[in-house]
C-alpha cells in the first residue's frame, strides 16, 4: 500500500516536497516513480527512482526542477519540487514496479499506485 502526502496550494515560483510512504517489508526490492494527472488529461509520468536510489530519470518538463529521491530504510520516496509552475497543477501520484531498471516508464508498466495528493500552484 502507498500513501502520498505532501500536496497543497503554492504560488508560481514556489516548492513542495511530496512524500509517499510504503506498507511492506520489500520496498526496496522496487522501483518507484511518480506520475501527475490534470483535469481533462492524461496520466503522465514525472520521474523514477531505481531500487538502490542510484538511477533516476525525469520528464523534459521538470528536469532541473524536480528531484525524486528515497530511503529504504523508511519505506519512503519524495519529489522534491522546485521553480513551480501553474502547468504543474495536478493530482500527483506515487508507483511502484516490481522490475528494476531506469528511464522513462509509462503508467500501464506500474504494479502498485497510491491515492494521489494534489498540487495546485497559482500565477
Known amino acids: 500500500q502507498l500513501q502520498a502526502s505532501g500536496g497543497g496550494l503554492v504560488q508560481a515560483g514556489g516548492s513542495l516536497r511530496l512524500s509517499c510512504a510504503a506498507s511492506g517489508s520489500t520496498f526496496s526490492r522496487y522501483l518507484m516513480g511518480w506520475f501527475r494527472q490534470a483535469p481533462g488529461k492524461e496520466r503522465e509520468f514525472v520521474a523514477t527512482?531505481?531500487?538502490?536510489?542510484?538511477?533516476?530519470y525525469y520528464s523534459d518538463s521538470v528536469k532541473g526542477r524536480f528531484t525524486i529521491s528515497r530511503d529504504n530504510a523508511k519505506n519512503s520516496v519524495y519529489l522534491q519540487m522546485n521553480r513551480l509552475k501553474p502547468a504543474d497543477t495536478a493530482g500527483y501520484y506515487c508507483?511502484?514496479?516490481?522490475?528494476?531498471?531506469?528511464?522513462?516508464?509509462?503508467?500501464?508498466?506500474?504494479?502498485?499506485w497510491g491515492q494521489g495528493t494534489q498540487v495546485t500552484v497559482s500565477s
Open positions: 527512482i531505481s531500487r538502490s536510489g542510484v538511477s533516476t
Open positions: 508507483a511502484a514496479r516490481n522490475t528494476d531498471g531506469g528511464g522513462y516508464c509509462s503508467a500501464v508498466e506500474m504494479n502498485y
